[in-house]
């Protein structure tokens, strides 16, 4: 079993995929239903024992699928190593069917005591989470709900078996009230819910066990997502420089932004540009913060614009355009905008700029392909014309449908933040932290971006690589001095470190 965060395969898949995975598995390669579930439970109960060795008690929850037959063969396993186990049965028995059914027989010949869930709140040892597995599609309701809520309430460290009950294995929304587990183990397809939304709150460390089957049935089954990996991308998209290398070799970037009283929005993308390796910053703003754009960074060249036209002499020597930090949605803005879009520059649009898009101010013709649009969910409902919940509800429906709309690449951010663009979507599982929850962060996003691009990468690969190291960047950052109180530009200084492994 795979036992790393690191380690874990790259592709995820729907609910409906990895059911297919499992019927090709059985039906196809002849590994009989019962095999995987003894398999799933012991793979999961030695995780547990990695964990926990001697449990005080160990509380197992069983729904009535097969996700309970796990549960009852972790019982099983507990009982015959000689730990103090009992199981909660929530559900009709009567409901418990095929492979599931035959799980419990086996814990009860083992004596593993089974009882009605009663609504009791355990009060020591270890829950073993195995009531819902990836068929839900309804807020959990009844019964199920009252045990999810005992579960929470017991403050008691949870192994969830697959995935936490009550999570979307699609989405990663909480349908109505879900499991928060300490660790999952998940099995034979990952499930992509797991890693955006409230997929990370709900998961804790996520362990994965392939079960045995076989590489050629995962080979049947496309993955609907990828998860990205920062080192992997590092020394995909980057290779050595050449020595004869010069600054006109690693491109110039242009940020614009900066209106009256923004200027650190523009003077911290400016700065990211710089640190991930762009051979030339320009910055356009207001005259008033040359001062600070160049006090901060002698190494931008700062431009005083006040109108789309004096943009011009800017746009003719650019690689790449950032537009948005500190843009503002006033008369100046729409003014930089529109003589953006009206370039064939590649563009990492953010911040206002993507609020005047919404706002249907200018009309750029769509799709575009050449651009990169980075929404938080917010931005991203304006530009769908619907809510933050619509987008949140379905963040991978939500990342898709902005960039067949928009075209280029998108990346919605937040936990798990997504790239889409026309071959797929990429998950940035595991980097970020709730300390990146801070004003400039975006900002230091958009130069990240900006700075790749110009070092000739397309925007969708600029994004799945961007967006992994600003996140790793930030985990840096909180773990030199604590989530609380990290600053977007705590960030800069550790994205020229990660870039230089």
Request: net charge neutral; hydrophobic share 45%; charged share 15%.
């Amino acid at each position: 079993m795979t036992d790393s965060a690191d380690r874990l395969p790259f592709p995820l898949y729907s609910a409906a995929g990895t059911r297919e995975l499992d019927r090709i598995a059985i039906h196809e390669f002849g590994i009989p239903g019962s095999h995987l579930m003894q398999r799933a439970g012991r793979a999961a109960f030695r995780e547990l024992l990695r964990l926990w060795p001697e449990p005080a008690h160990l509380h197992v929850f069983c729904g009535t699928g097969n996700n309970g037959g796990d549960g009852f063969v972790i019982a099983a396993l507990a009982r015959q190593r000689g730990l103090p186990v009992s199981v909660w049965q929530v559900g009709e028995t009567s409901k418990i069917r095929g492979d599931a059914l035959a799980a419990r027989e086996y814990a009860e010949r083992e004596g593993v005591p089974i009882a009605p869930f009663s609504c009791a709140v355990p009060d020591s040892g270890v829950v073993v989470d195995a009531l819902l597995g990836t068929g839900l599609q309804d807020a959990v309701r009844g019964p199920y709900a009252d045990a999810i809520n005992a579960i929470n309430a017991s403050g008691l460290p949870v192994l969830a078996v697959d995935i936490p009950s009550g999570l979307s294995s699609d989405t990663g929304q909480i349908l109505g009230c879900a499991v928060a587990a300490a660790v999952t183990v998940t099995f034979i397809g990952l499930k992509q819910g797991l890693f955006t939304g409230s997929g990370p709150d709900c998961c804790g460390a996520i362990r994965y066990a392939d079960l045995g089957v076989p590489a050629a049935v995962f080979e049947r089954v496309a993955p609907t997502a990828h998860r990205l990996d920062l080192e992997a991308l590092v020394r995909e998209l980057l290779p050595r420089r050449a020595r004869s290398a010069h600054k006109g070799s690693y491109g110039h970037v242009l940020v614009v932004g900066g209106d009256h009283g923004m200027a650190g929005a523009a003077a911290m993308a400016s700065a990211a540009a710089l640190r991930v390796g762009a051979g030339l910053v320009s910055c356009a703003t207001r005259a008033e913060h040359i001062p600070i754009v160049v006090g901060r960074h002698p190494e931008v060249m700062a431009h005083a614009v006040g109108s789309g036209q004096d943009l011009e002499p800017l746009l003719a020597r650019a690689s790449v355009v950032v537009i948005g930090p500190g843009l503002g949605r006033a008369g100046w803005g729409q003014q930089m905008l529109q003589r953006i879009l009206q370039s064939e520059l590649p563009a990492v649009v953010d911040a206002d700029a993507l609020n005047l898009l919404s706002e249907g101010v200018l009309t750029p013709p769509l799709p575009r392909d050449q651009w990169l649009l980075t929404p938080h969910p917010g931005e991203a409902a304006r530009l769908l014309h619907g809510s933050t919940a619509d987008i949140q509800r379905d963040r991978f429906h939500s990342a898709r449908a902005l960039q067949q709309r928009y075209g280029g690449a998108v990346v919605l951010k937040g936990a798990g933040s997504l790239v889409a663009h026309a071959a797929g979507i990429g998950v940035a599982a595991g980097y970020g932290n709730p300390g990146m929850a801070s004003g400039g962060m975006g900002d230091v996003l958009s130069g990240v971006l900006g700075g790749l691009i110009a070092q000739k990468l397309s925007v969708a690969d600029a994004a799945r690589l961007g967006v992994c190291l600003h996140g790793r960047a930030g985990d840096l950052a909180a773990e030199q001095g604590g989530e609380r109180g990290t600053c977007a530009t705590d960030l800069v200084p550790f994205l020229r470190r990660l870039l230089n492994p």
